[in-house]
């Protein structure tokens, strides 16, 4: 089996009317957060900056404390069974325009409430209510 590691981010802004949530349009069509694989001798939030400069063109990221949630899932990839764990972390960007790369297909902002909506995956939308827990809904 392969072993995938990732780390990513719940990005949100503050905007007058509450928080929004950035989700990414993924080439297999789900809709999560802005994450990508761990290259060598990075640290996860090193990980995170430069996915999150690379996808969306932001580059003002600020990490809230005392919040990183893992999951784990498997998928196929051309025969092989691959476990990946993604690691994410809750971040601030005071960014809204998106110049989003070629890797993905498109972007949105949400509201929280709307964001858990188009989430695609359960393990994502548990991150969501993690977050909602800690009283960053709105
Ligand atoms: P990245 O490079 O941003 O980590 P990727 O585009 O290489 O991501 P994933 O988003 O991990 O890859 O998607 C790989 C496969 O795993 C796809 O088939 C996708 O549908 C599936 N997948 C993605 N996220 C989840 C999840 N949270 N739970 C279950 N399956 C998922």
Excluded: C
């Amino acid at each position: 089996m392969i072993e995938e590691r990732s780390a990513g981010a719940v990005l949100f802004n503050e905007t007058k009317s509450g928080k929004i949530f950035l989700l990414l349009n993924y080439p297999s069509g789900h809709w999560d957060f802005v994450k990508g694989n761990i290259e060598n001798g990075e640290t996860l939030q090193q990980t995170v900056i430069r996915e999150i400069r690379e996808e969306t063109g932001i580059t003002d990221v600020e990490f809230i404390d005392g919040f990183e949630d893992k999951i784990e899932y498997h998928y196929q990839r051309d025969g092989d069974l691959v476990h990946k764990e993604v690691v994410f972390f809750l971040a601030k960007t005071k960014t809204i325009d998106v110049k989003i790369s070629h890797e993905h297909l498109g972007f949105v902002w949400l509201s929280f409430d709307d964001a858990i909506k188009k989430l695609t995956y359960k393990n994502a939308k548990s991150a969501m209510n993690k977050i909602k827990k800690l009283g960053f809904d709105t």
